[in-house]
């Protein structure tokens, strides 16, 4: 039934959230250990907890917009925007976007690749939230990061399903308020 929604007092702890994240070995390729969430995403109470963990922290931020970094940030951004009440401004590769906009390249742990936003998509002055599903080597929030500055958003907080702490790459996000859900 729609709007019901499964009990959450079993979900008391990030570590229960964290058990549901799997371990696929030498994916996407040889060598790196992709961690998948999609079990948790599609557990309801897990997922909801999950949504409401981030967006607890930014409730009192004023927050206009929520950068979803395609795709999983997609699946995260969207909700918690939804639950600070700001719109959702949506980040994706070359091609995807339908009108005028500005591109950022970065490099992945496993390669290189480059995000596009909108022209139009953040106004001088909006108070905005950048929401992906995982920090790794920051790359990938350092292009949507230069995105945001280049339009002039002000940048409130970097919020994550997943930290890869190995990786270190909070370090490249210093003086960006930064939060992880999950470490590993």
Same mark, same amino acid.
């Given at each position: 039934? #729609?709007?019901?929604?499964?009990? +959450?007092?079993?979900?008391?702890?990030?570590?229960?959230?964290?058990?549901?994240?799997?371990?696929?070995?030498?994916?996407?390729?040889?060598g790196v250990l992709f961690k998948d969430i999609?079990?948790?995403?599609?557990?309801?109470?897990?997922?909801?907890?999950?949504?409401?963990?981030?967006?607890?922290?930014?409730?009192?931020?004023?927050?206009?917009?929520?950068?979803?970094?395609?795709?999983?940030?997609?699946?995260?951004?969207? #909700?918690?925007?939804?639950?600070?009440?700001?719109?959702?401004?949506?980040?994706?590769? #070359?091609?995807?976007?339908?009108?005028?906009?500005?591109?950022?390249?970065?490099?992945? +742990?496993?390669?290189?690749?480059?995000? +596009?936003?909108?022209?139009?998509?953040?106004?001088?002055?909006?108070?905005?939230?950048?929401?992906?599903?995982?920090?790794?080597?920051?790359?990938?929030?350092?292009?949507?990061?230069?995105?945001?500055?280049?339009? +002039?958003?002000?940048?409130?907080?970097?919020?994550?399903?997943v930290e890869l702490t190995f990786f270190e790459?909070?370090?490249?996000?210093?003086?960006?308020?930064?939060?992880?859900?999950?470490?590993?």
């Amino acid at each position: 039934m #729609p709007g019901n929604f499964p009990q +959450e007092n079993s979900i008391r702890t990030v570590n229960d959230l964290k058990e549901k994240i799997r371990d696929i070995p030498d994916f996407p390729q040889k060598g790196v250990l992709f961690k998948d969430i999609t079990p948790l995403l599609k557990d309801p109470a897990c997922y909801r907890r999950a949504v409401e963990l981030i967006a607890s922290r930014y409730r009192d931020q004023n927050i206009d917009l929520v950068v979803g970094v395609e795709a999983r940030g997609f699946i995260l951004g969207a #909700p918690v925007a939804y639950d600070l009440g700001a719109g959702i401004v949506p980040v994706r590769k #070359p091609g995807k976007l339908p009108y005028r906009t500005l591109k950022a390249s970065y490099q992945l +742990e496993y390669g290189t690749d480059d995000l +596009e936003v909108h022209q139009d998509a953040v106004q001088p002055g909006d108070r905005v939230l950048i929401v992906d599903d995982l920090l790794a080597t920051g790359g990938t929030v350092g292009a949507v990061i230069s995105l945001v500055e280049q339009l +002039e958003g002000k940048i409130i907080g970097v919020a994550f399903l997943v930290e890869l702490t190995f990786f270190e790459g909070r370090k490249k996000l210093c003086g960006y308020e930064t939060f992880s859900l999950i470490q590993f």
